[in-house]
């Protein structure tokens, strides 16, 4: 018997803005690392980093050892190598529009909306949000849409932070 090659159905909502609709566990979450932001100090990630059973992930692909330090991981993504960039770009991630990403039994929240729903910027405002969410080491290189690869943050509907990684 050949095994099933069926993939779950993936529906993206429209943009919502509206944090209140987050189940309570994405919400707790979104504020820890907003208030970890709020320190300027890479170090007060560890909090929601360690929330989890399972660390999230900072980079596809990557070849990272077992063990290795979330934080040391993220002051090496970051331009200024202290993690300020990250924190910057966390913020500036979680405080745009998200939307509800549902396969198969699965919900989960990702910020920005645009990194799933890609629309030109409307205005000199959106522009500029959509640039705070890419790193500097990302502002030449773009997807293979052509455009900009933007950080975004998944969480899963249960609270667990799954990844923070450009849009590559």
Request: glycine share 6%; charged share 30%; with cysteine.
């Amino acid at each position: 018997m050949k095994p099933s090659t069926k993939q779950a159905v993936e529906t993206i909502s429209e943009p919502m803005r509206d944090v209140e609709t987050l189940p309570a566990p994405v919400r707790a979450l979104r504020d820890k690392i907003l208030a970890a932001c709020d320190t300027g100090d890479i170090e007060a990630l560890r909090i929601p980093i360690d929330w989890n059973e399972v660390r999230p992930l900072f980079e596809r692909g990557a070849r990272r050892p077992a063990g290795a330090d979330p934080i040391e991981t993220l002051k090496s993504l970051s331009f200024d190598r202290a993690g300020r960039e990250i924190l910057s770009l966390a913020r500036a991630v979680l405080t745009q529009p998200f939307v509800r990403v549902k396969r198969g039994p699965f919900e989960s929240y990702e910020w920005p909306a645009y990194a799933r729903r890609p629309t030109p910027p409307a205005n000199e405002e959106e522009a500029r949000a959509l640039w705070a969410c890419v790193r500097f080491a990302d502002l030449a290189p773009s997807d293979a849409q052509g455009r900009p690869k933007v950080m975004r943050i998944g969480v899963g509907a249960d609270g667990v932070w799954h990844y923070f990684w450009n849009a590559d």
